[in-house]
Structure formats: C-alpha cells, structure tokens
C-alpha cells in the first residue's frame, strides 16, 4: 500500500479533463480512501473499469478480506465508469451500493471489473464482479451513481 497508482485513461478523456484543467491520473492517486487501501486502477473506459486491491491491510479480525474493503473497491471502479459515461461537465456521486460476498480471501491481490447494467442522462448503474487470483468470484456488486452537474461548468 501507499504505491503510485497506475491510471489508465483513454488518450481523448485525458485530453477532454487536461483541456479542463483536470489531470486524471493525480487526481486518482490523490490521497482518497481507494488509495490508502492500495486500489490500482489498471483499465478505464465508459465500457468497462478495471482495478486491483491487495488483501494484505485490508482484512477484519479473522483474516479474511473485510466485506467494506470490497465495497470500496466496488465504489471506486463503478464511480470511475460513471464518471467517464458522462463526461467532464458531470460529477458521478453514488447514492446505492448492493454487495453479495461470496468467498473469503486470506492473500494476495483481488480484481474488480466494473461493466455497465445503465447508462443514463441522470443516473449510472454498474455491475462490479471481485475475483481472487484464481479467478474465483470473491464478491458481486452493483453501484447506482447520479450524475450530477459539476460545479462551476
């Protein structure tokens, strides 16, 4: 954990923000909670968001990967998704998270993949499977964003 995160933007949405002022990468590695749990976020698009999460700091007491981990790791792929649906004169804010743990994790790293169930004028819903390291489904969520008119645009 505390590592530089990897981003990985479309070359046109990091053209749209940078336009705006906006560096996409920093502000994906800027201290947010994603980032103290160590969320790398390897792939994104309107399509489909891709991002690691380690195992290790991230437990409850008995050393399993904690259920609120997955859940920020959830948020976090699906708010990026949101995001990029509706473009750099919106904010996605989530105001429904739904998650179904399947399996416990004791090490390693688990992926998230968030792929669009809505994309809407007002409102964004993403679907984000969590896998272990042996591609088993660790966790299943679903993420429900408003998208908002960002502020000053």
Request: aromatic share 4%; proline share 4%; with cysteine.
């Given at each position: 954990m505390g590592e530089q995160q990897h981003v990985?933007?479309?070359?046109?949405?990091?053209?749209e923000y940078a336009a705006l002022g906006v560096d996409l990468a920093a502000m994906f590695s800027a201290g947010?909670?994603?980032t103290r749990m160590g969320v790398q976020i390897v792939e994104?698009?309107?399509?489909?968001?891709?991002?690691?999460m380690p195992v290790e700091g991230n437990t409850q007491p008995y050393g399993l990967l904690h259920g609120g981990a997955s859940a920020v790791l959830a948020e976090t792929l699906g708010s990026v998704g949101s995001m990029l649906h509706a473009g750099?004169?919106?904010?996605?804010?989530?105001?429904?998270?739904?998650?179904?743990?399947?399996?416990?994790?004791?090490?390693?790293?688990?992926t998230g993949v968030a792929t669009p169930v809505h994309r809407g004028r007002s409102t964004?819903?993403?679907?984000?499977v969590i896998s272990d390291e042996e591609d088993r489904r660790v966790c299943t969520a679903r993420l429900t964003?408003?998208?908002?008119?960002?502020?000053?645009?």
């Open positions: 990985t933007f479309p070359q046109e949405v990091i053209d947010h909670l994603g994104a698009s309107a399509d489909r968001v891709v991002g690691t750099s004169s919106k904010i996605a804010v989530g105001v429904d998270l739904n998650c179904t743990h399947h399996r416990g994790v004791r090490s390693g790293l688990v964004a819903t993403y679907e984000i964003c408003l998208l908002r008119d960002a502020p000053g645009r």
